[in-house]
C-alpha cells in the first residue's frame, strides 16, 4: 500500500522543492532535519542556494538545439550527465534501502555514485549494485591502518576514484539535531512518539529492517554490535592533525584518479594540485561544518581562473535545479556534485525517489540547454552567464 501511495506522490512532485516536501511529509522531524539541516545558524546552508541568484544566463538564439550533449568526462569516467552523486551519511536513516538503492539510481542515470566511508552497506555490497562508476569517500583516521583497509577494498571492489574529505578535523554543531535529541539510531521517546507514529510508512520500515550499522568499520573496533559506540569509535578516530604529507601518501597507495573535498580557498586549490589531486571539490560540507564560510559557487570563479585546465573543478553545495548546475559549468566547473537533492528523492520514496530527483535534474538541464542555445556542456562558457551587479 505504502508503495502506491508513495508513486502517487512522486508524479506529483515536479522538482527537487517538491521532493523535500514530499520527504518532511513521511520523515520524522529528528531524521528530516538531520538531513535538512546545517551548522549554528544555517547561514551557509542559505548562501549555498541564494547565491547562484547572483548570476544570470544569457541566452544565444537560431542555434541548433535539436540534440543536447549533457555527457562528461569525471575522475577518469565517462558520465551521461555533468553532475555526480556526492557522499552522504548512514542513508538508510532515510529509506531502509539506504546507499544500494542510491548506487542502483546512479547507474540507471548514468552518473558516478560516491560512498561515504560511514555509510550503512558495506564497500563490497555497494560495488555489486551495478557496472556505473564509484568513488569511495574517506576521512583521515588516526590510525592509518584504517585507511590502508579502506583503500584496499576499494581496488578489490574495482572503484574507479577515491575522494578525501578534509572540513571535518571535528563535527559542526548543528542545532537542529541537540534541539530534537537526535541520536543514531533514531530512538522513539515519550517526546517524540506522536511525530513518529504519523509516519507509519517510515516507521514500519525502521521496526521491520535489520538494525543499522556502520559497516565499513566494523572491522576496526569491538564495539562492532553497538550502533552507539560505533559512531562515538568514529567521531574519536578523525584526525584534526591531517597534512599535505597524509594526503601526498594516500595518493601515492591509491595509485588512480583522486579528489580532495572541502577546499574553499585559491591558495588550498593551488597546494591541493601540487600534492597531486585530479580533482578539487568546492565544499562547505553543505553547511553542516564552518557556518559564515563562503558558498561554492562564490568562490568558484576564481578557483577556475588561478587552476585552469591543470585540473578538474567539481562544485557541491546548494545545487537544486538544472540552472544551477549549468551557471556552475559556466564558471569554470567540470561538473557538480549533488547531495541533498537526491537525499530527497531518498527519503520521499526510496529507489524510486532518488530515481525521480535525477530524473528532473537531467530533464531540467536538457530543457535550460536548449532554451540557452547550447547543444553540449562542454561547450558551455562565461558568453552565457553574467554577475549580476547590486
Same mark, same amino acid.
Given at each position: 500500500?505504502?508503495?502506491?501511495?508513495?508513486?502517487?506522490?512522486?508524479?506529483?512532485?515536479?522538482?527537487?522543492?517538491?521532493?523535500?516536501?514530499?520527504?518532511?511529509?513521511?520523515?520524522?522531524?529528528?531524521?528530516?532535519?538531520?538531513?535538512?539541516?546545517?551548522?549554528?545558524?544555517?547561514?551557509?546552508?542559505?548562501?549555498?542556494?541564494?547565491?547562484?541568484?547572483?548570476?544570470?544566463?544569457?541566452?544565444?538564439?537560431?542555434?541548433?538545439?535539436?540534440?543536447?550533449?549533457?555527457?562528461?568526462?569525471?575522475?577518469?569516467?565517462?558520465?551521461?550527465?555533468?553532475?555526480?552523486?556526492?557522499?552522504?551519511?548512514?542513508?538508510?536513516?532515510?529509506?531502509?534501502?539506504?546507499?544500494?538503492?542510491?548506487?542502483?539510481?546512479?547507474?540507471?542515470?548514468?552518473?558516478?555514485?560516491?560512498?561515504?566511508?560511514?555509510?550503512?552497506?558495506?564497500?563490497?555490497?555497494?560495488?555489486?549494485?551495478?557496472?556505473?562508476?564509484?568513488?569511495?569517500?574517506?576521512?583521515?583516521?588516526?590510525?592509518?591502518?584504517?585507511?590502508?583497509?579502506?583503500?584496499?577494498?576499494?581496488?578489490?571492489?574495482?572503484?574507479?576514484?577515491?575522494?578525501?574529505?578534509?572540513?571535518?578535523?571535528?563535527?559542526?554543531?548543528?542545532?537542529?539535531?541537540?534541539?530534537?535529541?537526535?541520536?543514531?539510531?533514531?530512538?522513539?521517546?515519550?517526546?517524540?512518539?506522536?511525530?513518529?507514529?504519523?509516519?507509519?510508512?517510515?516507521?514500519?520500515?525502521?521496526?521491520?529492517?535489520?538494525?543499522?550499522?556502520?559497516?565499513?568499520?566494523?572491522?576496526?573496533?569491538?564495539?562492532?554490535?553497538?550502533?552507539?559506540?560505533?559512531?562515538?569509535?568514529?567521531?574519536?578516530?578523525?584526525?584534526?592533525?591531517?597534512?599535505?604529507?597524509?594526503?601526498?601518501?594516500?595518493?601515492?597507495?591509491?595509485?588512480?584518479?583522486?579528489?580532495?573535498?572541502?577546499?574553499?580557498?585559491?591558495?588550498?586549490?593551488?597546494?591541493?594540485?601540487?600534492?597531486?589531486?585530479?580533482?578539487?571539490?568546492?565544499?562547505?560540507?553543505?553547511?553542516?561544518?564552518?557556518?559564515?564560510?563562503?558558498?561554492?559557487?562564490?568562490? /568558484?570563479?576564481?578557483?577556475?581562473? +588561478?587552476?585552469? @585546465? $591543470?585540473?578538474?573543478?567539481? !562544485?557541491?553545495?546548494?545545487? %537544486? #535545479?538544472?540552472?544551477?548546475?549549468?551557471?556552475?559549468?559556466?564558471?569554470?566547473?567540470?561538473?557538480?556534485?549533488?547531495?541533498?537533492?537526491?537525499?530527497?528523492? /531518498?527519503?520521499?520514496?526510496?529507489? +524510486?525517489?532518488? @530515481? $525521480?530527483?535525477?530524473?528532473? !535534474?537531467?530533464?531540467?538541464? %536538457? #530543457?535550460?540547454?536548449?532554451?540557452?542555445?547550447?547543444?553540449?556542456?562542454?561547450?558551455?562558457?562565461?558568453?552565457?552567464?553574467?554577475?549580476?551587479?547590486?
Amino acid at each position: 500500500m505504502f508503495d502506491y501511495i508513495n508513486s502517487k506522490i512522486l508524479s506529483r512532485c515536479h522538482s527537487i522543492a517538491d521532493l523535500r516536501r514530499a520527504a518532511k511529509r513521511r520523515l520524522p522531524r529528528a531524521v528530516f532535519d538531520y538531513m535538512d539541516g546545517a551548522a549554528e545558524d544555517e547561514v551557509t546552508l542559505y548562501r549555498n542556494q541564494a547565491d547562484f541568484g547572483r548570476y544570470e544566463l544569457l541566452p544565444h538564439f537560431l542555434v541548433d538545439v535539436g540534440n543536447i550533449d549533457l555527457s562528461v568526462k569525471v575522475l577518469g569516467a565517462d558520465l551521461g550527465v555533468p553532475f555526480i552523486l556526492a557522499p552522504t551519511g548512514m542513508s538508510r536513516l532515510f529509506h531502509h534501502t539506504g546507499e544500494k538503492s542510491v548506487a542502483r539510481a546512479a547507474h540507471k542515470a548514468g552518473t558516478l555514485y560516491s560512498l561515504s566511508s560511514v555509510a550503512t552497506t558495506s564497500i563490497e555490497d555497494t560495488a555489486r549494485t551495478g557496472a556505473a562508476p564509484k568513488m569511495l569517500q574517506l576521512y583521515v583516521w588516526r590510525d592509518r591502518s584504517i585507511l590502508k583497509d579502506f583503500i584496499q577494498r576499494a581496488k578489490a571492489s574495482g572503484y574507479t576514484a577515491l575522494c578525501l574529505t578534509v572540513d571535518l578535523p571535528q563535527a559542526g554543531q548543528r542545532e537542529r539535531d541537540l534541539k530534537n535529541g537526535f541520536t543514531v539510531p533514531p530512538q522513539i521517546r515519550l517526546s517524540n512518539i506522536l511525530d513518529t507514529m504519523m509516519r507509519p510508512d517510515w516507521l514500519l520500515d525502521f521496526l521491520t529492517s535489520p538494525r543499522m550499522k556502520l559497516e565499513n568499520v566494523l572491522t576496526h573496533t569491538d564495539a562492532a554490535q553497538n550502533l552507539f559506540s560505533v559512531i562515538d569509535y568514529t567521531t574519536r578516530q578523525f584526525d584534526p592533525t591531517l597534512t599535505w604529507d597524509d594526503m601526498a601518501w594516500m595518493i601515492d597507495e591509491w595509485g588512480g584518479p583522486f579528489a580532495i573535498k572541502g577546499i574553499l580557498t585559491v591558495d588550498d586549490a593551488r597546494r591541493a594540485v601540487e600534492t597531486g589531486v585530479s580533482a578539487v571539490i568546492l565544499s562547505n560540507h553543505g553547511g553542516r561544518q564552518l557556518d559564515h564560510a563562503p558558498s561554492p559557487i562564490s568562490v /568558484l570563479p576564481e578557483v577556475a581562473d +588561478a587552476l585552469g @585546465d $591543470r585540473v578538474e573543478i567539481i !562544485l557541491d553545495g546548494g545545487v %537544486r #535545479r538544472g540552472t544551477d548546475v549549468i551557471k556552475a559549468l559556466c564558471l569554470g566547473a567540470t561538473a557538480v556534485m549533488v547531495g541533498r537533492a537526491y537525499l530527497f528523492g /531518498l527519503g520521499a520514496g526510496g529507489e +524510486a525517489g532518488v @530515481d $525521480r530527483a535525477l530524473e528532473l !535534474l537531467s530533464a531540467e538541464i %536538457r #530543457r535550460n540547454m536548449a532554451l540557452l542555445g547550447c547543444p553540449s556542456v562542454q561547450q558551455l562558457g562565461s558568453k552565457y552567464v553574467r554577475e549580476i551587479k547590486s
